[in-house]
């Protein structure tokens, strides 16, 4: 599009490249910090061993030249190699539970979005009806419950009491519950946001003009007010993917799916440094891509947003 | 006709009759006096605040926990800690074989209100103390977010120019970054060095709360500080601004007295919106085990260790899981009643 757009998007660019690179080096420094060793805490070892392990890892070399080897690889997404699972890359752990997680995350969202933007169009249609009530009343009441509150809760009642769901993943069905419970909170969240943007449009000046015109109800609403009100809901999607990222290390150890989120609190109760490191910077690249998206999406949904 | 005349040309003429004016009786000049006394700001927020019934409900329940929290530990007879491995998994109000003797010998026990844990702890007291850290999660926090926020913002929001250019960009880069995934890193690695430590508090504490409370200290204050900023950037402008500036006013006297207390609405509601934020962050790392180190409970860590027996001793979920969720709830309506009296255009 315009000049203007084009710098925009340079500009969101570099501020995402900047912001993983950031966290790359509090990741590395941070975890570097820590003095003991990956292999002190395990069984006796002769200090030769230890040194050849270092030398392996390539833990024996500077810092500084640790940290640019480090950066070289994370480019071509080699975060090393996992001093926990021997034998395995940390990338070959992170694609083995990223398929899972995304499984469950993306229905999450896709879930999430859907009922959000339809209840939080319902409660405002509905302005102060009963419907509004309840949509009001239920979303305040998710949104003050923690992930694990919700998790653990889905697994006693519908896995325990009812029976109606298997409360592992691997069985047919199992997938239900996690993606359950980590919808729940973004649904809520979305579907207050759609309210009050919903509320906003239908108080404007061209969906009176649309009624007059004599178009149906149905119409004005779903053409013409849901395609404005639903544009603010873009902006979520980056935080959206940080609480679904961070909420299902919760929900996959509560359901034991072997996602990544498991991987990752799994790789801190064995202090596996690599796996940490590789881990997050991967989620918060997942998280930042994200972010950036949904950005310059919602400036093309909504041109008439500055752009300073 | 000719009085019509007459009037009209008065009116025209602009002539003054003298006649016209009277001095004002008491009754008409007892009129004149404004009759409502002048209410600060503050004063009005609060009437506004007292009159949302919802948010005082909200407000009496937090009072109530926070004294339960922080006063019934005192007098309690059980400690989080006394372990009693016969008397493990005792349901609500009902006594262990042990205690039965006890009480058979003419002993008086106190009842176990939400039953005992696996290891024969009292569960009561247990998610008294883990609402305590919560509470505490959540103050602390509001209070870092605070001061650094205040300050930062009003220095930025004050000086303007490249300054406000640099620490804004700062704000940028620091809002972007994930912030659960630094707490966690964060915390794996203070939690290797804190075990060293011999800083009493500390240990008790554990290398979560430690490290939630340096994270609340990088990364929270961000919004807090762009917000009063902004605020600021559009303060500065106004006269009583340049008129102090005029007599020679310092800038820290200006900010100080003239800029934040003109701020303090957002600055009450944005705090007040961090408290539950900072209650979630801590629960989840401690769910984790990332949280308070054992045995000092946490909500988080109780519900973790619930799971473990689920099925036969549901109750011990659902005490911390109702603990948490009232406290949340409550501190998001008032956190909403705040913002609707503190920010009358803000509302939804």
């Given amino acids: ?308 | 006709m000719s009085d019509k005349v007459s009037a009209l040309n008065s009116l025209i003429s602009l002539q003054i009759k003298p006649g016209d004016f009277l001095p004002a009786t008491e009754a008409e000049k007892k009129q004149q006096v404004v009759m409502r006394d002048s209410i600060s700001f503050m004063r009005d927020a609060l009437k506004r605040l007292s009159r949302n019934k919802l948010a005082m409900v909200c407000l009496c329940v937090i009072l109530v926990i926070m004294l339960i929290a922080f006063v019934v530990p005192y007098f309690y007879p059980y400690t989080y800690q006394q372990q009693d491995v016969v008397s493990a998994y005792t349901r609500p109000f009902q006594y262990s074989a042990k205690e039965q003797t006890r009480i058979a010998n003419g002993e008086k026990v106190f009842p176990h209100i939400m039953g005992t844990d696996a290891l024969g702890r009292d569960y009561a007291i247990r998610v008294i103390y883990g609402t305590r850290i919560s509470l505490l999660a959540g103050i602390v926090s509001a209070v870092i977010v605070i001061i650094i926020g205040i300050i930062y913002g009003s220095v930025s929001g004050y000086l303007g120019g490249k300054v406000d250019l640099i620490m804004m960009r700062v704000v940028d880069i620091i809002y972007s970054l994930p912030d659960v995934l630094i707490v966690i890193l964060l915390s794996v690695a203070i939690q290797d060095m804190i075990r060293s430590s011999t800083n009493e508090l500390i240990q008790r504490l554990g290398a979560g709360m430690v490290s939630i409370f340096i994270v609340f200290g990088l990364l929270y204050w961000v919004s807090m500080a762009r917000q009063v900023r902004g605020q600021i950037l559009s303060l500065k402008e106004q006269e009583y601004a340049l008129a102090s500036r005029a007599i020679g006013t310092s800038a820290a006297r200006i900010i100080r007295t003239h800029m934040i207390p003109n701020c303090v609405s957002i600055i009450i509601i944005i705090a007040a919106l961090q408290i539950p934020s900072a209650i979630f962050t801590e629960s989840f790392l401690s769910f984790l085990g990332l949280g308070v180190s054992i045995p000092m409970p946490s909500l988080g860590s109780l519900a973790s260790e619930a799971r473990t027996g689920l099925q036969s001793y549901p109750y011990l979920l659902l005490f911390p899981a109702i603990s948490i969720f009232s406290i949340v709830l409550s501190f998001n309506l008032l956190g909403n009643g705040l913002r609707d009296a503190f920010d009358p255009k803000l509302r939804s």
């Fill in chain 1, 1 to 308: 599009m315009s000049y203007k757009f084009g710098l925009y998007i340079l500009k969101r660019f570099g501020m995402a490249f900047l912001t993983i690179f950031i966290v790359i080096f509090m990741t590395f420094f941070i975890m570097h910090a820590i003095p003991a060793s990956p292999f002190s805490s395990e069984k006796a070892r002769t200090d030769a061993t230890i040194a050849a392990l270092e030398a392996k890892y390539g833990f024996d070399k500077p810092l500084p030249v640790q940290f640019v080897n480090y950066l070289r690889g994370v480019f071509v997404f080699d975060f090393g190699l996992s001093t926990a699972w021997v034998g395995y890359t940390v990338f070959d752990l992170i694609k083995g539970g990223l398929s899972y997680s995304m499984r469950i995350g993306f229905s999450a969202a896709f879930i999430a979005i859907v009922f959000g933007v339809l209840l939080g169009a319902l409660a405002a249609i509905n302005r102060d009806r009963w419907v509004d009530k309840i949509i009001q009343l239920i979303t305040t009441a998710l949104v003050s419950l923690p992930s694990f509150v919700v998790a653990t809760l889905f697994l006693l009642i519908f896995g325990l009491w009812l029976r109606w769901l298997p409360t592992i993943s691997t069985n047919p069905g199992g997938l239900v519950m996690p993606v359950a419970a980590l919808a729940l909170y973004p649904m809520a969240y979305i579907t207050r946001l759609e309210r009050s943007s919903m509320l906003d449009v239908l108080g404007q000046d061209f969906i009176r003009t649309a009624h007059a015109k004599g178009l149906s109800k149905f119409k004005v609403l779903f053409k013409h007010a849901l395609k404005c009100a639903v544009s603010p809901v873009i902006t979520y999607a980056g935080p959206m993917m940080a609480y679904i990222l961070t909420g299902s290390m919760v929900v996959e150890n509560i359901f034991s799916v072997p996602g990544l989120g498991r991987l990752f609190v799994n790789s801190m109760l064995r202090t596996d440094y690599m796996m940490i490191m590789g881990v997050t910077i991967f989620l918060t690249l997942m998280i930042v891509v994200m972010n950036f998206l949904s950005d310059v999406l919602y400036k093309i949904m909504d041109p008439r947003i500055d752009l300073e």
